[in-house]
């Protein structure tokens, strides 16, 4: 039977770590959907680091479709949840539907990957992130922490139903993990 992933993002979602699951899963076969707080053509960006800033840079990337606004989901029809970073959680974690929807994939023990920023998406609904592990983008240890979770300084980390990776340099590991949690095993399919 096929899987069926949700993806929630928004604008301004690092490029890498939309566009490699959303891939990944049609690779392997597994239904995609990518949902937006509007269904619309949203916009990515590219995160880099210079060595002579402390912080990283940003420029737009491609587009990508949603294909779904989030209003319109329903958590139930979906086996799985990733929650890219960028700055798209900064703004979607405040959406009560992308609350709901969360905390719909914690409370079943669904698997559910959080990359970079990502882990900001679950920060506001801490009563389902209160006593589990995350690692996250370092910059984002302050809301982990205040959410209740521990953050882990590891690249990634699987907390039972929960894979959190650090940055887009760790998507192979983390949908790796990712499929594991989900019950797929890689490899192409004919």
């Known amino acids: 039977m096929s899987k069926n992933v949700l993806i929630i993002t928004g604008d301004a979602v690092e490029a890498l770590e939309v566009f490699y699951p959303y891939y990944r899963c049609i690779e392997e076969g597994i239904d995609c959907t990518i949902a937006s707080p509007v269904k619309k053509k949203l916009q990515t960006v590219v995160h880099d680091f210079l060595p002579e ?31 890219p970073g960028g700055r798209a959680p900064e ?26 920023h990502g882990q900001l998406v679950l920060t506001p609904i801490r009563e389902h992130v209160k006593g589990r592990e995350l690692t996250a983008y370092t910059a984002c240890q302050p809301e982990v922490e205040a959410a209740g979770a521990t953050y882990i300084d590891e690249l990634i980390h699987v907390d039972k139903n929960i894979v959190s990776g650090h940055a887009w340099p760790e998507l192979p590991l983390f949908m790796r993990e990712f499929f594991k949690i989900l019950g797929v095993t890689e490899g192409v399919k004919a």
């Open 53 to 83: 800033m402390d912080t990283f840079t940003e420029k737009w990337a491609y587009k990508i479709d949603s294909h779904a606004a989030v209003e319109d989901v329903n958590p139930a029809d979906y086996d799985g949840l990733i929650i």
């Open 91 to 116: 703004y979607i974690r405040m959406d009560k539907k992308v609350q709901e929807i969360a905390a719909h994939f914690l409370s079943e023990d669904k698997p559910v990957g959080v990359i970079c």
